[in-house]
């Protein structure tokens, strides 16, 4: 037996351990309960000062755990008529712990999260909730700011477009919520600020990461970069891509698994010839010194052709070439592909070409949120990820139990020989559920595929859907809104698996917003009932159907995000199922095939639009995906490996640049970087030890003049003794 295994049935799972040792606090917070209850909204609001009051007088946050939960209780009961359970409790005291809080769909993070800020804020130092989208950093705000409004607490948010003022001033707040882009980029151009006063951020103690895997992990592959212009090469790029389509299939190999596309000899006799007759190439082989470029460039230009695909990888908006996220399935306004890769897909899509940019300053996700003195997270998909966020962050994964049992059927993976007897078997399952008034989620993995399924329900003659995916991100929250209704069917990338609670019968808030705006009084109060006693009747109705049917189109790279889609079913200890449908033609079954799925489908005989449903396909897939996802941390502990070396010299550089912002006279600091600069330009071109004869006057001459700006003679130079 595994010593792990071992210990788990000697003292209980970690999870289990953490869980049993908040029991007290939850005990002490649930017995103040009361005795708050009697207090007026003017003494609970004062019992904020009071604790400031006992840190100052040298109190620890440990020792405030149950007054301060107990105080946020009752003021969210106040103010949101929302009352923390106490599994929510226990999640709190896991952000507090340094650790991350696993909580399932529908449990309710959004108010968990408000524990830990409130306990923390009260140091004064600023506490940073991180979010994965400028609408949930405003709506979270906007939501539970209303607790830190009520107890005496300021909060700011931070998203694209805010001025330099305004980002000082939300930063300045107790509380700051913001995405993890504009949090990093702040720090990054604080770094390049030339005054201490026009720098925004003001230090790094305490971060709660919402959605923690995707900000963590997800992006953790593509570092934060700050960049300027640099020489134009328009023309380049659209003779690159003026050559690609008489690139045949015998000229290059693509790699899908590692993402890379190659000539081969054939390819490059071809390309050579080519741009001989183009006047691009210099001398006689492409890979000439002075050439280098141009391959550098070709190699991109084939990577965008083969590689990247429209509506999947990237889509065209307002004649831009925006990047689409591999895992949340969102649009990345503002991030490029480096390397001329962005440049030759504006070729290939005839969209403006915008100039390549040289790397100004840059850092990686993990190296950004090491930073913070005290970090946590939460999710409802983190411990498949255990290991990374113990190695890279050194963070536990406490799973904390549900407040009422799940409810939710998974069905064992159902897979196909092809993608159409597939993609029909689903259609067939969808109008049954919509025939029984069930409301369906379905998930797919691009833009392309999930307008290929609505089409396919048209012809199928299956009524009304919704589709959600980038192009249609504004509407993100009211589509996703309606998602519980009795019979409602939406067709969503992996959109929605971030930030968003599908409620069986509706979203109480959402349709408040949007049909009883505008109303007051009585008027008011009559349409808010009304919509309550729909949303109960749709619940009813929706339950009675077998609640959310979540339906996977095909196994996503990572099972977190197959978890993701599963969890929005079954929120509350509602009823739900989840199902999901493959085929052999499916991209994970195709790049990283599972071992004699095809023999065995075969030996079975099925018949066209037959499936086979078993346990094995199911752990044999999970095993396909899990060297998938050992792969991509490969990738990731790469790319830290290399931004460690960067972020040690870039530590020492960011220091020094506040050292001289803070101090009042630079004059010494400036003498000895002048002695420091001299004596180096020396010893390059007069080493020690030498004879005038090997003294390179000259050099010494050029270096003076660039660095120091003086003209020293060179032949007054030459007539010194060697030493």
């Known amino acids: 037996m595994a010593l792990a295994t071992l210990a788990r049935r000697i003292f209980g799972s970690p999870s289990d351990r ?54 946020v209780r009752e003021a969210s009961k106040r103010v949101l008529g929302m009352r923390h359970f106490d599994v929510q409790l226990i999640g709190g005291m896991v952000l507090n712990n340094r650790s991350i809080a696993e909580m399932r769909t529908g449990e309710g993070k959004t108010l968990v999260a408000t524990l830990a800020v409130y306990l923390n804020a009260l140091t004064g ?10 609408y949930l950093a405003r709506r979270d705000a906007a939501w539970m700011g209303q607790i830190y409004n009520f107890l005496g607490m300021s909060y700011g948010i931070i998203v694209h477009g805010l001025t330099d003022g305004e980002r000082k001033a939300a930063y300045e707040a107790d509380i700051t919520y913001g995405t993890n882009n504009e949090f990093g980029f702040d720090y990054l151009r604080d770094n390049m600020k030339y005054t201490r006063a026009q720098m925004v951020q003001r230090g790094h103690v305490y971060a709660i990461v ?7 992990i997800d992006e953790a592959r593509t570092p934060l970069i700050i960049s300027g212009p640099s020489e134009d090469r328009t023309d380049l790029y659209l003779n690159l891509d003026a050559i690609m389509p008489i690139i045949e299939e015998g000229d290059y190999e693509v790699d899908e698994k590692h993402r890379a596309a190659t000539f081969t000899d054939q390819g490059i006799e071809r390309l050579e010839e080519r741009l001989r007759a183009d006047g691009l190439m210099k001398g006689e082989s492409l890979y000439d010194i002075e050439n280098v470029a141009l391959v550098h460039h070709a190699n991109s230009a084939l990577r965008a052709h083969k590689l990247f695909h429209k509506d999947k990888d990237y889509i065209v908006r307002n004649d831009e070439v925006v990047i689409i996220d591999e895992f949340s399935g969102r649009m990345m306004p503002g991030r490029r592909y480096s390397e001329g890769l962005h440049q030759a897909l504006e070729a290939k899509e005839g969209a403006k070409i915008q100039p390549e940019n040289q790397t100004m300053a840059s850092i990686t996700f993990q190296n950004y949120f090491r930073l913070y003195d005290k970090l946590a997270g939460m999710t409802g998909t983190a411990a498949t990820e255990a290991e990374e966020f113990g190695d890279i962050y050194n963070l536990d994964v406490v799973t904390v139990p549900t407040n009422v049992p799940v409810q939710r059927v998974d069905d064992e993976d159902a897979i196909f020989r092809t993608a159409a007897e597939k993609f029909d078997a689903i259609a067939d399952l969808i109008k049954q559920c919509q025939d029984r008034d069930q409301p369906v989620l379905v998930g797919t993995t691009s833009i392309e595929k999930s307008e290929m399924l609505a089409e396919l329900l048209r012809q199928k003659k299956v009524g009304t859907m919704n589709v959600l995916n980038a192009r249609h991100h504004e509407q ?14 939406t067709i969503a990338t992996n959109m929605a698996g971030r930030g968003t609670d599908i409620q069986l019968g509706g979203n109480l808030e959402m349709r408040i917003e949007r049909e009883a705006e505008g109303l007051e009084g009585a008027e008011r109060d009559a349409k808010i009932a009304d919509i309550k006693s729909t949303i109960a009747t749709d619940k009813a109705k929706a339950i009675a159907a077998g609640g959310l049917m979540v339906i996977g189109t095909e196994r996503h790279e990572s099972r977190r995000i197959d978890n993701q889609l599963r969890g929005r079913s079954g929120r509350q200890g509602d009823p ?27 030996k079975l005989g099925l018949e066209d639009g037959e499936s086979i449903t078993h346990p094995w396909v199911t752990k044999a897939i999970e095993r396909a995906q899990g060297k998938v996802e050992s792969r991509n941390f490969d990738i990731r502990k790469n790319i830290l490996k290399y931004d460690d070396v960067m972020n040690d010299q870039r530590k020492v550089i960011f220091e020094q640049r506040i050292e001289m912002m803070d101090a009042e006279d630079v004059s010494e600091t400036v003498h000895d970087m002048r002695h420091d600069v001299v004596e180096a330009i020396v010893a390059k071109a007069i080493p020690p030890r030498s004879y005038p004869e090997q003294w390179q006057a000259e050099q010494l001459e050029a270096a003076a003049k660039t660095y120091l700006n003086v003209e020293p003679s060179s032949a007054r130079m030459g007539r010194g003794r060697g030493h």
């Open 210 to 216: 919402d959605e923690v895997d995707s900000i963590l």
């Open 125 to 134: 130092k600023g506490v940073h909730v991180v979010t994965v989208n400028d």
């Open 576 to 602: 739900g199922h989840s199902a999901f449908f493959l085929s052999l033609q499916d991209d994970l079954m195709r790049i990283f095939p599972v071992d004699s799925m095809d023999s065995m489908l075969g």
């Open 18 to 71: 953490h869980v049993k040792r908040f029991q007290p606090n939850v005990a002490a917070i649930n017995a103040l309960e009361p005795e708050l209850e009697k207090l007026s909204d003017e003494e609970l609001r004062a019992r904020t000062d009071e604790f400031k009051s006992q840190l100052a007088n040298g109190k620890s946050l440990d020792d405030l755990i149950a007054p301060a939960f107990a105080t």
């Open 476 to 489: 993100e929250a009211h589509i996703v809104a309606d998602a519980g209704l009795p019979g409602a069917i």
